[in-house]
């Protein structure tokens, strides 16, 4: 298959060897079982046309593969496809004071993004655990979140303009530095989200922000989930500066806890610990999470709060979540679920979920935590040890059956940051109706009416 692409692509731009096939044919979910023929490295736009000018016409399937940080196998390959990985175009193109905006190429990694954007003097706020390992092309097929939703939004408010290459090799730009255009469809918002099941992204322009004055974490404890969403809307009230609310179980801690240098934050343990970040003027940001977190204690919201003090106690105060899903995955196998609920029915939400798990599943550990603050909970079973990995994986998702009618009860998302992928197909019906859902199958056709683009993700 390599004589297809040696016209286009120099032999260092193409492997077979096995340890890459393995190594690119895999994203963060360890259940399925990967199978890649071919992995390529372009390094121009016009190096991903031609590529897929000779795969739609050999009818070659291709895997668009990014930093692969997504857990649901959207990035995967499963059938001996070709891996079209993005990795060698990652650099920042251009950065635009006047419409301040970033425009980088796909394969970027998303802390470079926002380095950049502060040397130049502004700010990308997307900002989640994977930034130093994720891509900026696969954050836009995501529609990625992470730890700022509350306040910033998911990456499709900061995307302005992308280039793409669609199935027949033809190179689109879609969108543009404009702030005001309404000369029809948009069609850059299609590509956000679509998981590389629509085009291929190569370039993206980005808006960036001003740089937050400065801010505060506050980590504080309570002894229900009731509490915890009593203590967000609590705060709520009290300022409009919220960037982040984390919550984290005791389980979670203790996983960090026992796992790394990290030390505890309290002298006594508690059953859940809360992350907020306010921005704003360090002092009165300060001074105002001090008069807000008192009166919550006082209230009986809360057991107990800290406020960082300096720029490295934030950053402990961050790591004691941000660590879970690097620390829980070298430690467990785990079956990820990444769902979301209103905020305002997430504590029952919680509960329905746990008791239908542990009713299920009761040998199965949960792992649970996430973004309190947009209601997106990872919630995550533990392997067994003495389980045997095809066992985990039914059981897991006779489990998922229940857990998907419960998101539907909750008008909830069965994939709230990391798509539809594989793992989520046989349950799209629980988040999008039948008629959307031929909707989006007449658009991947008319797309790729080959289907050689990420094939069999979202829908068969």
Known sequence: MKEHFLSILTAEQITDDQKSLEFYARDWNKELKTKASLVLFPKTTEE???????????????????????????????????????????????????TPS??????TITQKIQEEATRAGFYFPVDFASAGSSQIGGNVSTDAGGLKVIKYGNIRNWVMGMTCVLADGSICQFGTKLLKDTTGYDFKSLIIGSEGTLAIVTEVTLKLTNIPEDYVRIICTCESRELMLKAL?????????????????????????????????????YNYYLLFELEGNFEKTKEQAEKIFVEAIEAGILQNTIISQSEKQAREFLNFREAIPEISGSLFTKHRNDISAPVSSFVNFLNDLLEISNKLAPEFQILYFGHLGDGNVHFDYLMPKSWELDDFSKKSKEVDKEIYKIVKKHRGSIAAEHGVGVLKKPFLQYSRSETEIQLMKNLKKMFDPNGIINPGKIFD
């Open 48 to 98: 991903v046309s031609e590529i897929l000018k000779i795969c739609n016409k050999e009818k070659l399937a291709v895997i668009p593969s990014g930093g692969r940080t997504c857990t649901s196998g959207g990035a995967a390959a499963l059938n001996g496809e070709i891996i079209l990985s993005l990795e060698k175009m990652n650099k920042i193109l251009n950065i635009d004071t006047w």
């Open 102 to 107: 970033i425009t980088c190429e796909a394969g």
């Open 233 to 269: 809307k609590f705060v709520r009230e009290r300022s409009r500066n919220i960037s982040m609310c984390e919550f984290i179980p005791r389980f979670a801690l203790d996983m960090v806890l026992d796992n790394s240098e990290a030390q505890d934050p309290f002298p006594e343990s």
